[in-house]
């Protein structure tokens, strides 16, 4: 339950002291590390809302105002559901509750549009790439996954604080992504996948 939360307090420690203290990672770059909280969009496999994720992204400035860059995130939502019979090869039947898990690591390419570089540096985004996801169902000591691949997209709007000079400053952004995996556990069935939430952390 807590790695989301360690990770991120050793990677923001990590980053603050090999870093410059500069308000941002050099003049041209900016790099965000977030706890990020997200809500599914009718997945019908695990639905409720989960603060286990994180995202970290990075770019460069290739105008005052536009960046380019990458990102990484991964993301847990979990739902519970009791005990029913559930089907098992064309014959046979399993009666047993079950722990469902949809885990998610989307990466690739991020643009960022900032609309001025002062304190407050407001901006909108997109994030095109790859998600990796495992859809799964956990009962007793057994495991039935299904490993998928989708192409991923997610608008993000936000904002980088920077209230002390020469110093990290605070991201808060909210988002909304959208993939095409497809998985089937059981008698589940997953056709692509939505979310949306709202991420917060340290900006450089």
Known sequence: KYISLRAFAIAALALVFAMPAKAQMTDNGYANIDWQFNFPLNNHFADKGSGWGMNFEGGYFLTSNFALGGFLAYHSNHEYFSRQTLPVGTSGSLNTDQQHTVFQLPFGFATHYRFSD???????????????????????????????????????????????????????????????????????????????????????
């Open 118 to 204: 002062g304190i407050c540096q407001p901006y909108i985004g997109l994030k095109l790439g790859a998600n990796y996801t495992k859809m799964s169902s956990d009962f007793y000591i057994y495991e039935v996954k299904d490993d998928t691949w989708g192409f991923y997209v997610s608008p993000e709007i936000g904002v980088n604080i920077y209230p002390w000079p020469n110093s990290i400053g605070f991201h808060l952004a909210g988002f909304y992504n959208y993939s095409t995996n497809k998985g089937t556990v059981f008698n589940y069935d997953m056709d692509k996948l939505q979310n949306f939430g709202f991420r917060v952390g340290v900006a450089f």
